[in-house]
Nanobody, 117 residues
Framework: QVQLVESGGGLVQPGGSLRLSCAAS????????MNWWRQYPGKDRELIAR????????TISNSVKGRFTLARDNAKNTMYLQMDSLKPEDTAVYYCHRSGCGLPLCWGQGTQVTVSS
């Protein structure tokens, strides 16, 4: 069964960094593009980053471009989101997602990122 587990969220001061991880299991991780989304309270989820199966191609939302970097390690079935120069407006719940899948099981449980002094 598909399982995605995020980790690495927490409280950080403005300008700080966090590295989120998404550990995948239950499917051939290397065969699927993967996404990171984030969600503000009361708002729809926003797609912020996507990485190709090989990891060579990444697409980053303009809202985080230049500050967030996406990577994956197919040998470890894990995707990463390196977040630098964090701003208070980056405060949200961050989700990993298997691209192209609309089922709830293709989403992680989310990890809270709070940027505050």
């Amino acid at each position: 069964q598909v399982q995605l587990v995020e980790s690495g969220g927490g409280l950080v001061q403005p300008g700080g960094s966090l590295r989120l991880s998404c550990a995948a299991s239950g499917f051939d991780f290397s065969s699927f593009a993967m996404n990171w989304w984030r969600q503000y309270p009361g708002k729809d989820r926003e797609l912020i980053a996507r990485i190709s199966t090989s990891g060579i191609t990444t697409t980053i939302s303009n809202s985080v471009k230049g500050r967030f970097t996406l990577a994956r390690d197919n040998a470890k079935n894990t995707m990463y989101l390196q977040m630098d120069s964090l701003k208070p407006e980056d405060t949200a719940v961050y989700y990993c997602h298997r691209s192209g899948c609309g089922l709830p099981l293709c989403w992680g449980q989310g990890t809270q990122v709070t940027v505050s002094s």
